[in-house]
């Protein structure tokens, strides 16, 4: 199936199905893809067919870039809800994610202090000092876990990194203390050797919500395939999944959107 890159730095606006009108600040490069995970449902590709050639876009020049853009855009009166990091890749890879994420703040206040500053992370680097302090100041902390099932994990999500642990993951998003969103995709189908992906069972989900017990997050953000996937034999959990799903979590008390 055909995947997409995204502009680097500054892609949009788009509406966003889950945070509105969106400016996405991409910082990793335009011409590849930069991820601690090779997800098989990632609408950018795989990592071995999106290996980049182009470096980073540097601080200054993501700065730059927001800065003009957020001043046209305000000068022409346009709505904006969110400034959204996301993109090719994990944004939390980039050297200077903090510094980008400080300038962000300081350009978001000048032109549109009501917007958000959202952060989509697969949270594989939120133990790492600047990316936690940066991850603190984001207004939306979004952090991905698709399940708490290791074998499921390593199918479907697909860590680069060996010493991936999710129990580690699960402890570092609890530290926030509530200042994170857990972010979750369902869906059916089957992977790329013919396996089951499904985690729409109660099993998954009986896991996951006693996981988000512990990891107490302000809201959490369910959804399912949107665009096109590398791996052509997923399918869509359906509206009444997650509806069902949706009801669970906002029964544990937690805040719960549905992206369809």
């Not at 601690?36 to 980049?52: A, H, K, L, Q, S």
């Not at 129990?167 to 570092?172: A, D, L, Q, S």
């Not at 396996?195 to 302000?218: C, H, K, M």
Request: hydrophobic share 35%.
């Amino acid at each position: 199936m055909a995947t997409i890159l995204y502009p680097s730095p500054i892609v949009g606006p788009i509406h966003s199905r889950r945070l509105g009108i969106s400016l996405g600040v991409n910082v990793n490069p335009s011409d590849g893809k930069i991820c601690t995970f090779d997800c098989i449902y990632c609408e950018v590709g795989y990592n071995c067919t999106r290996r980049p050639t182009l470096p980073r876009p540097s601080r200054e020049l993501v700065a730059e870039r927001l800065e003009a853009k957020l001043k046209e855009m305000h000068t022409a009166g346009a709505k904006l809800d969110v400034i959204t990091f996301s993109g090719n890749g994990e944004p939390t890879t980039h050297p200077d994610f903090l510094h980008i994420i400080e300038d962000t703040i300081r350009l978001r206040n000048a032109y549109y202090p009501e917007a958000k500053v959202s952060v989509l992370t697969n949270s594989t680097l939120a133990h790492r000092p600047d990316v936690h302090r940066a991850l603190l100041l984001a207004d939306n902390n979004i952090m991905k876990l698709d399940t708490v099932d290791p074998a499921y994990i390593n199918k479907v999500d697909r860590p680069t990194q060996p010493s991936y642990n999710v129990e580690n993951i699960v402890k570092e998003m609890a530290s926030f203390n509530g200042h994170c969103i857990v972010q979750t995709m369902f869906m059916h189908g089957t992977d790329d050797n013919g396996e089951s992906v499904d985690n729409t069972s109660d099993g998954f989900i009986s896991a996951w919500l006693q996981t988000l017990r512990r990891i107490r997050p302000s809201a959490v953000m369910i959804y399912t395939i949107d665009r096109e996937t590398p791996c052509p034999t997923l399918s869509k959990a359906t509206h009444e999944e997650l509806d069902g799903i949706r009801d669970r979590v906002i029964a544990e008390g937690f805040p719960c959107s549905v992206g369809y």
